[in-house]
């Protein structure tokens, strides 16, 4: 039972087609790892999946209410502390214990800090932490572990393992190993929108204006 | 055939191409006849003195000034509904003109204020609602300056434009609540008993037909150079993906 | 929901800013207005209903351009547009923060503002209501200026110009209200007329700006 | 150094902003006062030089929060402290810039508003030199407030309420200047404070902002 | 010949002490690499080296003029182009030649494009490519390779082994492996600042209180 799938998926960032004929599909229990040089097109990817954007073709199918997703910035209130910040994000999702997130990610001794005050690797992991108190089956995460040490890393893989173990699903965009063995890896370099005079699909917005 | 095939740039760059001559023509012929009849061949009023001769400029004007808004909310509907892009760059190229138009009839009013009510500016309800016009004209046209991307642009000016049009509508029912004013009732509601002489009357209805017509030269080519804009722009990225 | 105001409430506060800070700006527009016109109370009064709905303007317009513009940078407006939460009701949340934090306090407060200004005893609390009826339809249409100038930088000067003109009924009816009721005229007209207002733009505009919102972030 | 003035103007007119938002928003402030104080000519002609003043105060307040906030929360202004160039020219260039973007527009397009406003003829030059010599203060004090909240989120209101009792003397002396001007009294004292004022600011006050940055950035 | 040298440097944050009894020195044509986990204060200490904060103790010795600094942030104005932001720095650092930095960062393709509309790891590499136009010789970089891919990083390695090899130095915190095997590496957990009752030094501003 796939519980996220896409077919024939073409993604576009500022007008212009960036992926093309992207399909695949990811089962309950499973991680997949999207792997592709800079700018080939992952967070427009996982924007598309997220319901940021509309895809430019093809469809995506995934349980409504179903995904959460992690970006680039971690949307940490400086001001408030660290347990207000995932109190605020769980009673959004309608968790109410945080205590576990906290734990699991190592921040209890953290919790009455206020996010400013952290070091870039505390605020990825307080901004990691997020996704454990939203309850989601489907994460949609793009380079979750940027400026990780290896410890805070090795934690990030065993809450996706613990995840997994309880039939969520996770599809990660990274550059760096995750330490995540069996996790199936996309390379999305093939996928890459060609130019329509190469047989790549029309529907950029403004070729309407050639 | 439908209407809506003229939405396709493509298309429409072809028909207003062979349009725009004649558009400019006919509408450079009825100007200039309306102004000249309007200028040299009417007498003057007797309560208006020689002055008068401004209406020929104000009149057009601030009817455009109106218009044109009410045009660029029918634009920025199928915009918004239909997605059909020739009809959000319209909308933007009518702006500057719309935002010109209020400013001409602004100007030409605070010069015949001056010998009408011997003063430049009076906060009379209907001057008031012209300089609020104004502003929305000017956001309008900022906010399509501020936004890069021309989709995500088209987009919040229309909806800017819908929600503004009520705001402009009830802003002018609000000057009138707010002050009595001095300015010069409709005269040329058809209904009304009392009309301003066919003297005055048929060379302001040239200037009108005048003006329409150069609005509608002005937009084709403001258009024509939004879209070959935008052509530059696609032919750029068209470039960068091979 | 109430999450999120509470959220935007702490942030207020935490930032030394909340309820006093937009207090302490109508103080200073007030006091600085003498300044400017001259000490004469005799005109101080008759601008007075003018000067103090301006200041309530401008304390809104001041307080406006982060409303979204800091959430839009820290990530977090992405993550509540994909949270279980409907946008529309985000915004009006926002809308409603900001009034409790801006709005809220000056209608509590104004009568001394009034006083300061020499307002006669009768026009006070016309000046109450007036400010309490006109005040949510500010935040609102503010939060909507906010809302399509979210991805801009500096969008301080361009929102002002976006949500002033949109701020013109509501100060005349709020404005003429005061007037009248403080010289016994009718004031049935301009009284419906912002509470109408009011109440549309609450139940309306929260649309259009979470459909400006939307657009923004694509 | 010219380098920063130039890309500062660049921001400011990508921004879809830069000289004209800053007129703009200045006509609107001039449109909404009758509404607020009624539309009788002689009354608005005796508050006229107030009103102008206190529109180029708050179209300059508008336009500073985000001064040194954007470069702060960009990064930049740590680079620029680091650069080669010392950071009192860096406030100095962008307090300039500032002026260059809302003050100048101002001066030039003043006696328009002045018009509106239905100020006397005889005013109109002294409305002009005024704001000339007043508004370069109104920057450099601004960059002030800005530099002492440049670690804050939300620093809209906290700056106004930090800045607003700066101007007050440039305030006074300025819409002084106009009002004496147009009865033909005096106005040398009022013309030599005004410039006093913005000639000790101008050389002064951006020690205290690069200091105060410093400390922001510690 | 040292051309940065650091004794009994401690660094604090938010009043508390980070590190302490820190000292090293890096001669002409070396590399060094700062290692710990997070939060154990690097950013803190590259920040006191640049200069942007006092350190509570100890000194740092290098000529006047001669550093670098990058950090978490890229200092990147989002409308102006690609080109445009590198030039500012430049004509800051009284450099007119941005064309070598573009080419040795890859971002040739990329000049004409406003820096918002760039991919997390092309920013970063326009981040980078403002230290080849600082002609500073000492760089001081936090965290240089966050989202970049495996091609970009050996670009920077490269860019770094030039830097050396023109007699430049290089201070870097990282958390994953650059690829330059010559750097030498510190690691900074045995500096970590022990509350004084552990024999840590006094100074942190609030112990006046004690
Ligand atoms: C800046 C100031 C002014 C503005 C914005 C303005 C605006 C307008 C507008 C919008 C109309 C068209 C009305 C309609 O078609 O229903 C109009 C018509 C007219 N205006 Fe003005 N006006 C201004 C000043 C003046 C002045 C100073 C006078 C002279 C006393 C004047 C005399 C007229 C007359 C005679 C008409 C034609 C009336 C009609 O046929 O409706 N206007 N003006
Ligand atoms: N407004 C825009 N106009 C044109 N191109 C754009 C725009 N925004 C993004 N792009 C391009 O779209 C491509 C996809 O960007 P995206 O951010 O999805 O890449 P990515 O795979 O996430 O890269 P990274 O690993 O660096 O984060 C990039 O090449 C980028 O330069
Ligand atoms: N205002 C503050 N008050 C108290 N502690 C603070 C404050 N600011 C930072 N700290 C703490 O100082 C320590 C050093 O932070 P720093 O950013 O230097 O770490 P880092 O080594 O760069 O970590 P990372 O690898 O995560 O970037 C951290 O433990 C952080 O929590
Ligand atoms: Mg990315
Ligand atoms: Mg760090």
Redesign the interface.
């Known amino acids: 039972m796939a519980m996220l799938s896409v077919s024939n998926l073409a993604v576009s960032r500022g007008g212009l087609p960036v992926l093309e004929n992207l399909s695949f599909a990811v089962e309950s229990g499973q991680a997949l790892v999207l792997r592709g040089p800079n700018g080939i097109g992952k967070t427009t990817l996982l ?1 598309t999946l ?5 895809a430019l073709a093809g469809t995506v199918s995934m349980a409504s ?1 179903s ?14 502390t660290v347990s ?1 910040n995932l ?3 769980a ?4 968790i109410h214990d945080i205590e576990p997130a906290l734990e699991r990610m190592n921040l209890r001794s953290l919790a009455n800090r206020a996010a400013m005050s952290l070091s870039a690797g505390q605020k990825r992991r307080l901004g990691l932490a ?1 996704l454990l108190v939203t309850g989601r089956p489907v994460w949609v995460l793009d380079e979750p572990t940027v400026s990780l040490d290896t410890a805070s890393v090795a934690l990030f893989a065993q809450a996706v393992r613990g995840h997994l173990a309880t039939g969520g699903v996770a599809l990660l965009a990274t550059h760096i190993d995750l330490g995540l063995e069996e996790a199936k890896v996309l390379d999305l370099a093939p996928f890459k929108a060609r130019p329509p005079e190469e047989g790549g699909m029309m529907g950029a917005f403004d070729e309407a204006f050639l | 055939m439908s209407l809506w095939e003229y939405a396709n740039p493509v298309k429409f760059m072809k028909t207003s191409g062979f349009l725009l001559p004649w558009v400019v023509g006919l509408a450079a012929v009825t100007l200039v006849s309306g102004l000249v009849w309007g200028y040299f061949f009417v007498p003057a009023a007797e309560n208006f003195g020689g002055s008068v001769k401004v209406i020929y400029v104000h009149v057009p004007a601030a009817m455009m000034a109106i218009n044109i808004w009410g045009m660029m909310l029918v634009t920025s509907l199928i915009w918004l509904i239909r997605r059909h892009h020739v009809s959000a760059l319209a909308a933007k190229a009518a702006a500057p003109i719309g935002a010109v138009m209020t400013l001409i009839a602004l100007i030409t009013g605070a010069v015949w204020g001056q010998p009408m009510w011997g003063t430049w500016w009076e906060w009379d309800p209907r001057l008031t609602s012209f300089l ?1 016009l104004f ?2 004209y ?2 309008y046209i ?2 399509w300056a ?2 890069e991307n021309p989709d ?1 642009a088209a ?2 000016t229309s ?2 434009s ?3 049009a009520v ?2 509508a ?2 002018r ?3 009138n ?2 002050n009595q004013g001095l300015h010069q009732g409709a005269t040329l509601s058809l209904d009304k008993e009392q009309h301003i002489a066919d003297v005055y009357w048929f060379p302001l209805l040239l200037c009108m037909a005048g003006f329409v017509l150069f609005f509608v030269a002005l937009v084709l080519v403001r258009t024509r150079t939004e879209i070959r804009t935008r052509r530059l722009g696609a032919l750029q990225q068209r470039e960068r993906m091979a | 929901m ?3 105001l ?2 935007d409430l ?3 506060v ?4 909340g309820f006093g ?2 207090l ?2 109508f103080l ?2 007030v006091t ?2 003498p ?4 000490p004469q109370g005799d ?1 101080l009064a ?2 007075a ?3 103090l ?2 200041g309530a ?3 809104c ?3 406006l ?2 409303i979204f513009a ?2 839009f ?4 407006l ?8 409907p946008l529309e009701g985000v915004v009006a949340m926002k809308a409603f923060a900001h009034w409790l934090t801006t709005g809220l306090p000056l209608v509590i407060a104004a009568p001394v503002f009034g006083i300061l200004l020499h307002l006669p005893a009768a026009a006070q609390s016309w000046l109450v209501i007036s400010l309490l009826l006109g005040t949510p339809a500010l935040s609102v249409l503010g939060t ?1 200026g906010a809302a ?2 979210v ?8 929102l ?3 949500v ?6 509501t ?3 709020g ?2 209200l005061i ?1 009248r009721g403080a010289q016994g005229m009718a004031t049935e ?2 009284l419906l ?1 912002l509470a109408g ?1 009011t109440a549309a733009t609450v139940a309306l ?1 929260p649309f ?1 700006s979470a ?2 919102i939307r ?4």
């Open positions: 924007r997220a319901g940021l954007q509309p209410e995904m959460a997703y992690a970006a680039h910035s971690d949307g940490l209130k400086s001001t408030l207000e109190k605020f994000w009673s959004i999702y309608a997020r | 609020i502003l929305f000017l956001g900022a906010l501020a936004v995500t987009d919040l909806v800017l819908l929600v503004g705001f402009a009830l802003s029912y609000a000057a609540f707010w | 109430i999450a999120l509470i959220r702490r942030l207020a935490r930032a030394g800013g800070l937009g302490a700006f200073i527009v600085l207005v300044f400017g016109v001259g005109i008759r601008i209903p003018g000067i709905w301006l303007l401008l304390a317009l001041l307080s351009d982060r800091l959430d940078e820290d990530g977090s992405d993550l509540l547009a994909t949270a279980p939460m909507f399509l100038t991805g801009l930088k500096r969008g301080g000067l361009l002002s110009l976006l002033l003109p949109f701020y013109v009924p100060l005349i009816f404005a003429e007037r007209v301009a007329m207002i505009i259009a459909a400006a657009v923004n972030l694509r």
